[in-house]
Nanobody, 119 residues
Framework: QVQLVESGGGLVQPGGSLRLSCVAS????????MAWYRQAPGKERELVAL???????NIVDSVRGRFTIDRDNARNTVDLQMHSLKPEDTAVYYC?????????????WGQGTQVTVSS
């Protein structure tokens, strides 16, 4: 079983910065992808950014240039650095890890951390 624990959420003013961190534990195949999703009230959960074990990243258009994602394979951590935050970035942010096992995708989720951007 894989467990994910997030930290770093909170209240920040527009234009501010926050760094979210997530640490994974358990039996984790080396070929995995770590990602951050978010879910705003009344909206579906959406991908924010992902990073493969090899370091390739994908960052969605709405946050590109403001957010970066990076991981430490030795420590099984993934961080989301957020700059120039906007009120529309307010959401619960979830850490995600997935890998393929017996041709099936296995997804694991953290408990979520609230990010509120407000003056």
């Amino acid at each position: 079983q894989v467990q994910l624990v997030e930290s770093g959420g909170g209240l920040v003013q527009p234009g501010g910065s926050l760094r979210l961190s997530c640490v994974a534990s358990g039996i984790i195949p080396s070929s995995n992808v770590m990602a951050w999703y978010r879910q705003a009230p009344g909206k579906e959960r959406e991908l924010v950014a992902l990073v493969t074990a090899g370091g390739s990243t994908n960052i969605v258009d709405s946050v590109r240039g403001r957010f970066t994602i990076d991981r430490d394979n030795a420590r099984n951590t993934v961080d989301l650095q957020m700059h120039s935050l906007k009120p529309e970035d307010t959401a619960v942010y979830y850490c995600n890890l997935y890998f393929f096992w017996s041709k099936l995708r296995r997804d694991y989720w953290g408990q979520g951390t609230q990010v509120t951007v407000s003056s």
